[in-house]
């Protein structure tokens, strides 16, 4: 049955009673009876993958690491280099998706990030010599970068304000599923197969769920605010009415039809919009938020993980079977995160999550200054463990959902892209310098460090960081430009 909301044209102004039909959308909820719940939790699911994929292609180097150091005779410095130039591929991939996402559309950017995710997995796990390794894993990075921009976009404006919470959080509950899919495949693969081939197959496995996402997403539609922008109505109602109770679907088409109708005429788009004072400020305090979440190293324990354990006095098989246990906690912990963005505001949350990775990273630092024995192994390990509960549980969770949420409509995907390259950029520097500096500092000094970059992120949420919980993405945008004008 159609919709009440009218069609109205971009240029003309004028009200049309076209019928509402998606000549586009040709997936399995296109048509028929709609249950709104159902159709967004389908759509988070497939399109999610691609934070899955994320996850597992940044967790499975650490344990592929163990045995690419005789395969490729890596050092510490070309194991930092490995390691880091998906982080690498992955700024640019940021930056290019949030590109795409905004002239393709969000569904098709994730579509190409699929394919991107196939060839760079077969890559690398290919790759013969470390010449051709670095550009696989750059290759990979792209489409790391590129989903970690456009998937979050994607969910944030198909939610309702009510659900954009959790749904939107669902994408980081992928990314550390991933990881810990990474984790338990790496061991099972070193104790069913080993040998030195081993880091081939543990790379080599992430192409399955690429072909999966590239297909799934082929069901999917786009989003209601990205048809507005192109002055698509009719397609933009039509998944409204889709993904929404009948009672507000004229209302939010409204709101997201005059705001894009604002922002068309404003006619800017892109580096030109930084010259307005509000769209600059949340420019601003998005890259602030993308730096707060690396600078504190939770990658170095997502990648270096048995690198840290191993220095304590563990062997290679026991610090792999242990980083186990540091996917199992960031998937718990990002539950715990999901069930609290519904009762707690995002900035306290956020400052809590801080204070705890900080405290834990100052506990992993003194813990290496003991005797080597196993009671430092497993000390160290707890520590690691709090340290990651604080980062998924409040830090992450929170990170990727504001960032999806603070930038206007018709920059929301160029925005989410640069503030995403700085995020992989931070990331990419500090993992490419841990390995090193740990190996010259020594552990101690090198936690310490990561501690001082701690308070810092802590004093940013405390005097800069705003509030988004509780209203729509178009309220947010309202505000915003009352606020910061």
């Not at 690429?210 to 069901?219: D, H, R």
């Not at 800017?268 to 004072?277: F, S």
Request: charged share 15%; aromatic share 8%.
């Amino acid at each position: 049955m159609a919709s009440p909301v009218t069609n109205r044209g971009m240029d003309s102004g004028v009200a049309s009673t076209e019928p509402l039909s998606d000549r586009t959308w040709r997936g399995p909820f296109a048509h028929g009876p709609a249950d709104p719940e159902r159709v967004l939790v389908t759509i988070a699911m497939v399109s999610t993958l691609g934070a899955l994929l994320f996850g597992f292609d940044t967790g499975v180097i650490s344990g592929a690491l163990v045995f690419m150091r005789d395969s490729l005779h890596l050092t510490p410095t070309t194991e930092g280099v490995v390691v880091s130039s998906l982080l690498l591929g992955a700024a640019a991939g940021a930056w290019l998706g949030g590109k795409l996402a905004d002239t393709l559309g969000r569904r098709r950017t994730i579509r190409i990030a699929a394919v991107v995710f196939c060839l760079g997995a077969l890559g690398s796990a290919l790759a013969p010599s470390l010449a051709l390794m670095l550009p696989a894993r750059v290759i990979l990075g792209l489409a790391v970068g590129c989903a970690s921009v456009t998937v979050p976009v994607y969910i944030s404006e198909l939610a309702p304000a009510h659900r954009r919470g959790r749904l939107v959080t669902q994408n980081e509950l992928m990314i550390v599923t991933g990881q810990l899919l990474a984790y338990v495949s790496n061991a099972v693969i070193d104790n069913v197969w080993g040998g030195q081939s081993t880091w081939r197959w543990m790379l080599g496995i992430a192409a399955f769920p690429a072909v999966l996402l590239w297909l799934g997403v082929l069901l999917l539609p786009d989003t209601p605010r990205w048809y507005a922008i192109q002055g698509r109505y009719t397609e933009a109602a039509h998944v409204l009415e889709r993904t929404r109770e009948q009672n507000e679907v004229a209302q939010e088409f409204e709101q997201i039809r005059a705001t894009a109708e604002r922002d068309r005429q404003e006619e800017k788009g892109g580096w030109a919009d930084l010259l307005t004072p509000w769209i600059r400020r949340l420019f601003y305090i998005g890259l602030g938020i993308g730096i707060c979440q690396q600078i504190t190293g939770i990658n170095t324990v997502m990648y270096y993980a048995p690198t840290i354990l191993q220095k304590t006095g563990l062997g290679a098989g026991a610090s792999l079977t242990a980083t186990i246990s540091v996917g199992v906690i960031s998937v718990i912990m990002t539950f715990v995160g999901i069930a609290l963005l519904g009762r707690v505001n995002r900035r306290p949350m956020l400052l809590a999550g801080q204070i705890g990775t900080t405290s834990s990273l100052l506990l992993i630092g003194l813990a290496f200054l003991l005797p080597e024995s196993t009671t430092r192994s497993y000390l160290v390990l707890l520590f690691m463990l709090v340290f990651v509960a604080s980062q998924q549980c409040a830090i992450s969770t929170v990170t990727w959902l504001m960032l999806s949420e603070i930038f206007p409509m018709k920059i929301r995907g160029f925005g989410m892209g640069i503030a995403t390259l700085v995020t992989w950029v931070v990331n990419f520097g500090v993992s490419l310098l841990f390995p090193i500096f740990n190996s010259a500092a020594g552990p101690t000094l090198t936690f310490l460090t990561l501690v001082a970059f701690g308070i810092a992120t802590i004093t940013f949420t405390v005097k800069v960081l705003p509030e988004t919980k509780g209203l729509s993405l178009e309220a947010l945008e309202d505000h915003f430009r009352e606020r910061y004008a």
